[in-house]
Nanobody, 123 residues
Framework: VQLQASGGGLVQAGDSLRLSCAAS????????MGWFRQTPGKEREFVAA????????IYADSVKGRFTISRDRGKSSVQLQMNSLEPEDTAVYYC?????????????????WGQGTLVTVSS
């Protein structure tokens, strides 16, 4: 499975960005998908995830109320709408396909990863 993430860029605090990720294999439509992020020197951290049908989204506390994950049922793609961005959101964002049909937080639940897209939020 190959994943292609896009939509990153340089924005100011308070702005919005929308990330998109498409998976190469149709079978990914039966799997949960998620977004993680990483900054230099830190571990990759969970941001948001959604189950195979586009339901039951879960979020990290740090982004709850500002970010929205979505996907169309039966599609091998996922989006992350990021509003009210803060400088602390600056990171490389990675999309991933889960091993199961469900949304989950542990990185080890995701065997397939995209190449990452850089989001930079200036103050």
């Amino acid at each position: 499975v190959q994943l292609q993430a896009s939509g990153g860029g340089l924005v100011q605090a308070g702005d919005s960005l929308r990330l998109s990720c498409a998976a190469s294999r149709r079978t990914s439509s039966n799997n949960g998908m998620g977004w993680f992020r990483q900054t230099p020197g830190k571990e990759r951290e969970f941001v948001a995830a959604i189950n195979w049908s586009g339901g039951s989204p879960i979020y990290a506390d740090s982004v709850k109320g500002r970010f929205t994950i979505s996907r169309d049922r039966g599609k091998s793609s996922v989006q992350l709408q990021m509003n009210s961005l803060e400088p602390e959101d600056t990171a490389v964002y990675y999309c991933a396909v889960a091993r199961s049909a469900w949304a989950s937080t542990p990185r080890n639940d995701y065997p397939y990863w995209g190449q990452g897209t850089l989001v930079t939020v200036s103050s």
